[in-house]
């Protein structure tokens, strides 16, 4: 009376078809896959094959829509103090010098322009970067700050070391003896 293994898969699959969830397993396996498939998007996995443009494209269309509304004088305020620091930073840059010397990136004079050019950078990274050295006081101390950044770690930084200095002052590293 042995069965073998197709008979056994057979009657399983004639009982699972009466069974009243089998109705079921398809909404749930979409489901899986569409909670995978957001994860992989929000872990930044799937970048390399979003079209660069596609997320540009709708933060221009963005300022039109809401200079067609008259701002609330609270949110004008705000969008007034923050444009302010946003330009004070932005001549605070180009007043301290320039932003990358002798091809590397100076961390606490760089826009989000010359952070986006660094390996693994991407516009959002960017502006976490500098929203970390405003945190900080409008300046990095030491290099390895930069892994308070939600995505750069121990690996990524190793990857950014030689390209990046702190300051244009930073002292000349010293020839091995």
Same mark, same amino acid.
């Given at each position: 009376?042995?069965?073998?293994?197709?008979?056994?898969?057979?009657?399983?699959?004639?009982?699972?078809?009466?069974?009243?969830?089998?109705?079921?397993?398809?909404?749930?396996?979409?489901?899986?896959?569409?909670?995978?498939?957001?994860?992989?998007?929000?872990?930044? %996995?799937?970048?390399?094959?979003?079209?660069? +443009?596609?997320? !540009?494209?709708?933060?221009?269309?963005?300022?039109?829509? =809401?200079?067609?509304?008259?701002?609330?004088?609270?949110? %004008?305020?705000?969008?007034a103090?923050?444009?302010?620091?946003?330009?004070a930073?932005?001549?605070?840059?180009?007043?301290?010098?320039?932003?990358?010397?002798?091809?590397?990136? !100076?961390?606490? =004079?760089?826009?989000?322009?010359?952070? !986006?050019?660094? $390996?693994?950078?991407? +516009?959002?990274?960017?502006?976490?970067?500098?929203?970390? =050295?405003?945190?900080?006081?409008?300046r990095?101390?030491?290099?390895?700050?930069?892994?308070?950044?939600?995505?750069?770690?121990?690996?990524?930084?190793?990857?950014?070391? $030689?390209? !990046?200095?702190?300051?244009?002052?930073?002292?000349?590293?010293?020839?091995?003896?």
């Amino acid at each position: 009376m042995a069965h073998t293994i197709g008979e056994r898969l057979a009657q399983a699959w004639a009982a699972a078809r009466e069974s009243a969830w089998i109705s079921l397993l398809p909404k749930i396996g979409l489901g899986a896959l569409a909670l995978v498939g957001l994860g992989l998007l929000g872990s930044g %996995a799937l970048d390399r094959y979003m079209p660069a +443009q596609a997320a !540009v494209a709708p933060a221009e269309a963005a300022p039109a829509r =809401r200079a067609a509304r008259p701002p609330a004088s609270a949110s %004008a305020s705000a969008s007034a103090s923050a444009s302010a620091s946003a330009s004070a930073s932005a001549s605070a840059s180009v007043a301290l010098g320039p932003a990358v010397v002798d091809g590397k990136v !100076v961390l606490n =004079r760089a826009t989000e322009a010359d952070l !986006v050019k660094l $390996p693994g950078i991407g +516009q959002k990274k960017a502006q976490a970067i500098l929203a970390l =050295r405003d945190k900080l006081g409008g300046r990095f101390k030491k290099l390895e700050e930069l892994m308070r950044v939600r995505g750069l770690k121990r690996k990524a930084l190793e990857r950014l070391r $030689p390209l !990046v200095v702190l300051d244009a002052e930073a002292a000349p590293e010293k020839p091995a003896r």
